[in-house]
């Protein structure tokens, strides 16, 4: 079993920034890569990044790529979404979410196996 535990969220004006966290925890998180997704209000969750803990490697959606950042604190067993620029297309609920190493790269929402209860940000223009 794996708990995520989202953070950071909030309202920013347009061309700001946030960081968002997310703390796992559970006996074998590292056997997992995290991701980062978000939702919009009358859209489907849509992958953001992703990192694995092991190595560090790192996946961006073309819509966020160059203004985000994901990165893991491993000792701490969080990771950070950090993102700058931000537009009101980026408002959505924000959920971090882990999946196994063992399904691949994969950015489909269905295939993640834990998930954090989200965390709302909101841009304003």
């Known amino acids: 079993q794996v708990q995520l535990v989202e953070s950071g969220g909030g309202l920013v004006q347009a061309g700001g920034s946030l960081r968002l966290s997310c703390a796992a925890s559970?006996?074998?998180?590292?056997?997992?890569?995290m991701g980062w997704f978000r939702q919009a209000p009358g859209k489907e969750r849509e992958f953001v990044a992703r990192?694995?803990?092991?190595?560090?490697?790192?996946y961006y959606a073309d819509s966020v790529k160059g203004r985000s950042t994901i990165s893991s604190d491993n000792a701490k067993g969080t990771v950070y979404l950090q993102m700058n620029s931000l537009a009101p297309e980026d408002t959505a609920v924000y959920y971090c979410?882990?999946?196994?190493?063992?399904?691949?790269?994969?950015?489909?929402?269905?295939?993640?196996?834990?998930w954090g209860q989200g965390t709302q940000v909101t841009v304003s223009s």
């Open positions: 979410a882990a999946v196994r190493n063992s399904k691949g790269l994969t950015r489909r929402a269905s295939d993640y196996d834990y």
């Open positions: 559970g006996r074998t998180f590292s056997n997992y890569a």
């Open positions: 990192i694995s803990w092991s190595g560090g490697r790192t």
